[in-house]
């Protein structure tokens, strides 16, 4: 889910590391118990990674998948799964009747003003009905610090495309837990990234996600300038082990709202 930017996702580089990026759609997916009536939302169902252990945990529920990108879309319909995929943003989208579950993994991040947000969300969905979110949690990092450091340095005069980023967790207790039962925790998930002729693990991680915003400020030759400058600053964070991979502390934030 990427609102405002000019150029769609690339499903194949964004998929490189698609184990990595399943693991937390699926915890967040173990921790939601029973739901009531309605349907279940895929919400940013980006190229439906997670359409098919949805349909399993909930197999006579319509799944209805949600994303701005047509590209994902039309990614996630050959798998079968979905009764129904909406191209919408997510800020202006609303649902035909009230969902049973509104399961959103890695997406919302791409949203601002989230204090208006999630309770527009939670407000959605029927009663009983559950709000199940996982956000990266790793803009403090230095593998999502390095590109900004690197853009300003490089280009002083320019100003990216906005930034993914969320809130304190805290906030989200304060925003969300009078609006029902919530529970909220952090995980933070040590990655091994597989070693890359082609550059820097954690380049490859993060430049299909949190650096788009900064890749698509720029031109062709530009854009190859800071991808140059963020390898040279990431190697010394993340130093390659014996065999050309690395160890990648991320942090995500997760929360499921069970609404009264």
Same mark, same amino acid.
């Not at 921790?31 to 739901?35: A, D, F, L, S």
């Given at each position: 889910?990427?609102?405002?930017q000019?150029?769609?996702? #690339?499903?194949?580089?964004?998929?490189?590391?698609?184990?990595?990026? /399943?693991?937390?759609a699926?915890?967040?997916?173990a921790? =939601? &118990?029973?739901?009531p009536d &309605?349907?279940?939302?895929?919400? $940013?169902? &980006?190229? $439906? =990674?997670?359409?098919?252990?949805?349909?399993?945990?909930?197999?006579?529920?319509?799944?209805?998948?949600?994303?701005?990108?047509?590209?994902?879309?039309?990614k996630?319909?050959?798998? $079968?799964?979905?009764?129904?995929?909406?191209?919408?943003?997510?800020?202006?989208?609303?649902?035909?009747?009230?969902?049973?579950?509104?399961?959103?993994?890695?997406?919302?991040?791409?949203?601002?003003?989230?204090?208006?947000?999630?309770?527009?969300?939670?407000?959605?969905l029927?009663?009983?009905?559950? /709000?199940? =979110?996982?956000?990266?949690?790793? #803009?403090?990092?230095?593998?999502?610090?390095?590109?900004?450091?690197?853009?300003?340095?490089?280009?002083?005069?320019?100003?990216?495309?906005?930034?993914?980023?969320?809130?304190?967790?805290? #906030?989200?207790?304060?925003? /969300?837990?009078?609006?029902?039962?919530? #529970?909220?925790?952090?995980t933070?998930?040590?990655?091994?990234l597989?070693?890359s002729?082609?550059g820097?693990?954690?380049?490859?991680?993060?430049?299909?996600?949190?650096?788009?915003?900064?890749?698509?400020?720029?031109?062709q030759?530009?854009?190859?300038?800071?991808?140059?400058?963020?390898?040279?600053?990431?190697?010394?964070?993340?130093?390659?082990?014996?065999?050309?991979?690395?160890?990648?502390?991320?942090?995500?934030?997760?929360?499921?709202?069970?609404?009264?």
């Open positions: 889910m990427t609102p405002g000019t150029q769609d996702w #690339n499903p194949e580089a964004y998929e490189r590391f698609r184990g990595l990026r /399943l693991q937390p699926l915890d967040l997916l921790r =939601v &118990g029973p739901v &309605g349907s279940i939302v895929d919400l $940013g169902c &980006g190229a $439906g =990674v997670m359409a098919g252990a949805l349909r399993q945990r909930y197999p006579d529920r319509p799944l209805i998948g949600i994303d701005n990108s047509q590209t994902m879309l039309e996630a319909a050959p798998t $079968g799964e979905y009764a129904e995929l909406q191209a919408a943003d997510v800020s202006d989208w609303q649902p035909g009747s009230p969902p049973a579950m509104i399961y959103s993994n890695a997406a919302l991040q791409w949203l601002g003003d989230h204090t208006a947000l999630m309770p527009r969300l939670a407000a959605m029927a009663p009983g009905g559950v /709000l199940a =979110v996982q956000m990266p949690h790793q #803009n403090p990092a230095a593998s999502h610090i390095g590109w900004g450091t690197a853009f300003q340095r490089l280009f002083p005069n320019k100003v990216p495309q906005d930034s993914p980023g969320i809130l304190p967790a805290e #906030n989200y207790f304060d925003l /969300l837990s009078d609006l029902g039962e919530l #529970n909220l925790w952090q933070e998930y040590v990655q091994h597989a070693a002729p082609e820097h693990p954690v380049r490859h991680f993060t430049q299909s996600t949190y650096a788009r915003p900064y890749l698509l400020s720029l031109d030759d530009d854009q190859q300038r800071l991808i140059a400058a963020y390898e040279s600053d990431i190697a010394q964070a993340y130093p390659l082990r014996s065999d050309g991979t690395c160890l990648m502390p991320f942090r995500r934030l997760f929360f499921t709202l069970r609404v009264a």
